[in-house]
Every structure is written in C-alpha cells, then in structure tokens.
C-alpha cells in the first residue's frame, strides 16, 4: 500500500491541504485507490513544537512515505530567529536529505483565467509549458561560499557548480518528461559567459542521440526571459539549473495571472516526490478562509502522475477544477467580474463534488 505524508506547515498551509484532503479523499472512493495517509510538523510549526523546523520525526516519516504533499512554510513570526532554525530551512533540508533534485513547475493557463493574466489573452491562452529546474546543485549549494576581507572591503561571493553527473540526472528527467508530452526541450544556459553551463550545454546536447525524437533547442537565459514574455507558446519543456530555474520558473508562474493556482513537484531518482503549491504561506490572508486552494489540489494531481502512476486520476481532479472554473467560481485572487466569489472551503467542496460527479 503507498503511503502519503501530509505537511501542512504554516500560515495559509492547513487551510489549503485541508481542501486537497477532501479531494484525495473523493479520489480514493472513486477509484478505489488504496493509500495510507499520515501527518508530520515541518517548518514555524515544527520549530514551536520542538526547537527545529524539521524535526527527526518528520524526517523519518518523510523518508518513509512514497511522496509528500506540502502546503507552506514560513511567515513573520519567525523571521529573526537564527538562520538555521528558521522555517525555509525545513523545507530546504528535506529537499536534500530526500534527494530531490528534480523541480517541475508546470504553468498551464486555464482558458477560462485567460483574462487574469497580465498578457494579452491571444498570447498565453491554452498556454501548457513545462519548467524542469535542478534544484540540489549550482550557486545555491557551490563551494566555496561567504563574505570575507579584502583589501579593507568586504567582498561576496558564491560557486556555480555543476558535475556532467548532476547535468546527466536532471537532462534525463526532461528528455522523458519531453517524450510523455509535446517532444520539444529548450535548454537554457549562459554558455557564452559561464564555463558551468557550457559544460551543461555539452552535457544536453550530447544526451540529445538517446532521444532522437525530441526536437532540442538552446537559449541563453536573457533570451529565454525575453520570449517567456514575448511568445510563451513557442515552448513545451525547458530545462535549466537552479538559479536561472527559480527566476525563470516564477516569470512564468505570472504568466498564469495567478500564484494560487500553480503546482510543483520535485522528484528523486525513483519518482519519489514532494508535491506543494508554488506560492508561501501568505500571512497576509492566513486565517481569513480566503486563500485559493487550487494550487494545492492540482499538486496532489501532479502526485497521482508523477509518484503513484495514477495519470487517470490526476486528469479527472484536473478536469473536476477546470469544471469548477467553467461552473464560474473563483477565489479573490482570481475573481473577475460577474463571476462566483467563494472562499477556500467552498472551493474545495466544489472541486471534490465535481470530481465525485
Ligand atoms: P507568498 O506566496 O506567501 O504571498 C505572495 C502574495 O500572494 C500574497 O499577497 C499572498 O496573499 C498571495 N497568495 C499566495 N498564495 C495564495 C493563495 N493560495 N491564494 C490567494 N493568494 C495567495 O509569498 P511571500 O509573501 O513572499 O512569503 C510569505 C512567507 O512564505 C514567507 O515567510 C516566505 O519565506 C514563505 N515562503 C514559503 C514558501 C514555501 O513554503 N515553499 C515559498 C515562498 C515563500
């Protein structure tokens, strides 16, 4: 039987997993699919409980499940706490110690949201790209690393750094993921000035012959920038290292219109995954019953895909949300007018009934 850990986390995060919850559970009843569940503290609420953000305990237990769905971590309550106890340091340690090098950010633009974008709705309407981001290695985690005295000034720097290895593992991923959907990869580097990603840019290139029938393509990052903006249709899956996957990765969230409904995965070698909204834990809104649990619903989609190999359930819950849409409910974050304003629970039981349906 697989299991599932629940990481709810802080602010806005038990609010939105309580709604995916509900969804997975409709799921389970449906399909007859057999999981078993169970919970673990991670972030400000670990921290409160126990002095650490991610705590022996839930480790265990996340290393014990077969994927983890997330809600959010973090907010002001614990902001000047040391650095290493701080909420972001939970999440960042699960990334690593789970091997989860592999970020997929899907940002697909829902017809019927094609006006919250902030782009024309004849650019990004029916939009559906893929961004593959690595996510252990580059500048994030480069030795070595720090502040120091030089010269009677002090000087800042960090290490981009990538073995053909790392390249090899995250390329893989995306050369499959190309395959399963519309057999284009957009490689993104900066192989002009960057040693590391003319390496990168080898590595891909080179891998190419094992998929002879994807069609790759190379962009230096300011381009890829520019055409995220410019024509965002012209790209199925890109893939790029850490730093230039987190930028890139939110500009293309916000082609969407709205960070409530973007889903993430991130994957170990063996499909393994931990699966959470892209947006954090919005203190603005926590408590208020108004955050869009979309975001989260469609990330337990992504786990059915992705970790359980249930694709057919994970297109049902994505078609039960865009009924929902269809049906003309929205939360704040993405309300226009003459539709259906509705709070997250609301939301929730919307998509739960729709996919019971
Ligand atoms: P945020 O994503 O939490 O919020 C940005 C804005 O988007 C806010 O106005 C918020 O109300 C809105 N928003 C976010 N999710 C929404 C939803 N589901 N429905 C409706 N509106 C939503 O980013 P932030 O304000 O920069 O960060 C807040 C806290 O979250 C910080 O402590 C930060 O460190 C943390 N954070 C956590 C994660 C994570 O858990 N992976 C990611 C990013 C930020």
Partial sequence: MKKILIMAGDGIGPEIVAEAIKVLDVAKARFGLEIETDEALVGG??????????????????RAADAILFGSIGGPKW??????????????????????????????????????????????????????????????????????????????????????SEIRRIARVAFELAMARGKRLCSVDKANVLEVTELWK????????????????????????MQLVRAPKQFDVLVTGNLFGDILSDEAAMLTGSIGMLPSASLDEQRKGLYEPCHGSAPDIAGQGIANPLATILSLAML????????????????????????????????????????????????????RA
């Fill in 202 to 225: 080898e590595i891909v290139t080179d891998m190419a012959s094992e998929y002879p029938q994807v069609e790759l393509s190379h962009m230096y990052v300011d381009n890829a920038a």
């Fill in 79 to 164: 902001d000047n706490i040391e650095r290493d106890k701080r909420p972001e340091r939970g999440l960042l340690r699960l990334r690593s110690s789970l091997g989860l090098f592999a970020n997929l950010r899907p940002a697909i633009l829902f017809p019927q949201l094609a006006d919250a974008s902030s782009l024309k709705p004849e650019v990004v309407s029916g939009l559906d790209i893929l961004i593959v981001r690595e996510l252990t290695g580059g500048i994030y985690f480069g030795q070595p690393r720090g502040i120091r005295e030089e010269s009677g000034e002090r000087v800042g720097f960090n290490t981009d750094v990538y073995s053909e």
């Fill in 304 to 355: 059915l895909r992705y970790s359980l190999d249930r694709g057919d359930i994970a297109t049902a819950i994505e078609q039960a949300v865009e009924k929902v849409l269809e049906d003309g409910l929205r939360t704040a974050d993405i309300y226009t007018d003459g539709c259906r304003k509705v709070g997250t629970a609301e939301m929730g039981d919307a998509v739960a009934a729709a996919l």
């Fill in 45 to 62: 609420a670990a921290y409160d409980a126990s002095g650490d953000p991610l705590p022996e305990e839930s480790l265990a237990k996340a």
